[in-house]
């Protein structure tokens, strides 16, 4: 009975509270941000950078890099490469022939670019079920790179994609043509589209006693390690690349990190790209009042519960999916929480992005995320400890390895969420420099290194290069 008071209470709570954030996001949006930018056309983005450190400015040769210096367009060495100014549009054409209903299937998009959306059902050793999209050719057409997108996936360098927190892998795809899911599969390679635990339909092949009992430790141990060897098993190849945003650049790194026998990441995982990558915390964990507050009630079972975080989302996602107005609401919901919106993407696009989004995850997850108690393990408080600055994660004194795992990172510099150039100082001073490669991008926040109107530019084609290296 006390649980049921519990689950009644919580979802009051949580309903309220949706509630007035929808309400408060909404009324930003009409004011802060359209009469701002309609009447007075400045920038409403937050265009402080994600940390109050200063990139050191060091590299293994040597060479100083400034990253205040705004003289060049990029500025490029072995290491590091900065981008500093916006660059034009280059591919406004492929809006224009993007069919922009709302249907929340990528087969339905990806049909018209004569690409099958191929669905798989995964089992993890723990016994959930987990969606896997693999990107399937018609007919014989050759991407730019002069790769035949028909070969047969053997013949294709199999790359994993893996998704943001709240995100399904969906969202590596949802720009259609302009997408990087589109732009590697033009360019030779065989792209899957991996997915975590219950996403948009909870579902385990047993029976398990407590179904939300799990957190990113899991998701790394049982959810990554299912996808790779699906992937390596259909594809026939003995490593891939992995291709991860945010959440899925933490399971990335907490997997080459604990390299162990049990499951030997680095020696199935040849190249690591990653975008916005959660390493260490931003701060704007500390600055949003609903974040800082989410945060200090995110252990109180009478607050949030303890199965499914914020149930009530995913059912009105599933009573208004497809639908204009729930993707408006999801967009002015995030854009409040998280201070991004969408001043770089394709606005007619935006509406196809949150059709991929949200999707179930445990209260356990956001409290590995976001939770206080110096008992608990949690990003917020232990990032030091899941991640130590000063020392090296990886071995340093091996310049080649067939096992060795390189890496290429792409930090927006107005994404507060994370703290990138923490992580960038750490590279720089106790990795190895022959293994990683960063990319830093002025103007970029937190989603805009998937959804950026010139994405392909600045992500996609020196993501191919280094790949192709």
Wanted: charged fraction near 20%; hydrophobic fraction near 40%; proline fraction near 4%.
């Amino acid at each position: 009975m006390l649980e049921l008071y519990r689950r009644l209470f919580s979802a009051v709570v949580l309903h309220s509270a949706l509630t007035v954030i929808t309400v408060l996001a909404l009324a930003k949006h009409l004011i802060a941000i359209y009469w701002i930018n309609r009447y007075t056309h400045e920038d409403s983005r937050d265009t402080r950078p994600a940390s109050y450190a200063k990139i050191v400015e060091q590299n293994v040769s040597n060479t100083p890099i400034n990253i205040d210096d705004k003289t060049t367009n990029v500025k490029e060495n072995s290491d590091f490469i900065h981008f500093d100014h916006m660059t034009n549009n280059p591919f406004d054409n492929l809006i224009l022939a993007e069919d922009l209903n709302l249907v929340p299937q990528l087969k339905y998009y990806y049909n018209q670019y004569n690409i099958d959306i191929e669905e798989f059902k995964v089992t993890t050793k723990d016994g959930y079920i987990i969606d896997l999209w693999h990107l399937k050719n018609r007919d014989h057409k050759f991407g730019s790179s002069g790769a035949s997108s028909a070969q047969t996936s053997v013949d294709r360098e199999p790359i994993l994609m893996l998704h943001g927190l709240l995100q399904s892998s969906g969202s590596f795809a949802s720009s259609g043509r302009k997408s990087l899911a589109f732009h590697l599969n033009e360019n030779g390679y065989d792209v899957w589209l991996g997915n975590n635990r219950c996403g948009f339909n909870p579902a385990a092949n047993t029976k398990i006693d407590d179904f939300w009992d799990w957190d990113m430790t899991e998701m790394v141990k049982y959810d990554l390690s299912a996808l790779i060897d699906f992937v390596l098993q259909q594809s026939g190849s003995k490593k891939l690349h992995l291709v991860a945003h945010s959440q899925g650049t933490t399971q990335g790194f907490m997997a080459l990190i604990n390299h162990n026998h049990e499951y030997p990441f680095s020696s199935k995982i040849s190249k690591f790209v990653a975008l916005a990558p959660a390493v260490y915390p931003g701060p704007l964990l500390d600055e949003k009042i609903f974040v800082r507050l989410m945060a200090k009630y995110i252990d109180n079972p009478w607050v949030f519960g303890r199965k499914s975080f914020l149930k009530t989302m995913m059912i009105a996602r599933n009573l208004m999916i497809g639908q204009k107005f729930f993707s408006f609401i999801c967009y002015i919901f995030f854009n409040y929480l998280f201070e991004w919106n969408d001043s770089l993407w394709d606005k007619s696009l935006r509406d196809r992005h949150f059709l991929f989004s949200p999707v179930h995850i445990s209260v356990k997850l956001m409290q590995w995320w976001l939770s206080p108690d110096p008992n608990k393990v949690s990003f917020k408080n232990c990032s030091h400890q899941l991640f130590p600055d000063n020392k090296s994660w990886f071995n340093k004194e091996i310049d080649f390895d067939e096992n060795r795992t390189n890496i290429m990172m792409v930090f927006p510099r107005q994404d507060r969420l994370v703290d990138g150039e923490r992580l960038i100082n750490h590279f720089v001073y106790h990795e190895n420099h022959s293994i990683f490669k960063i990319w830093y991008i002025d103007e970029y926040s937190h989603l805009d290194v998937l959804w950026a109107h010139d994405v392909i530019e600045r992500v996609g084609k020196p993501m191919l290069k280094f790949l192709q290296e």
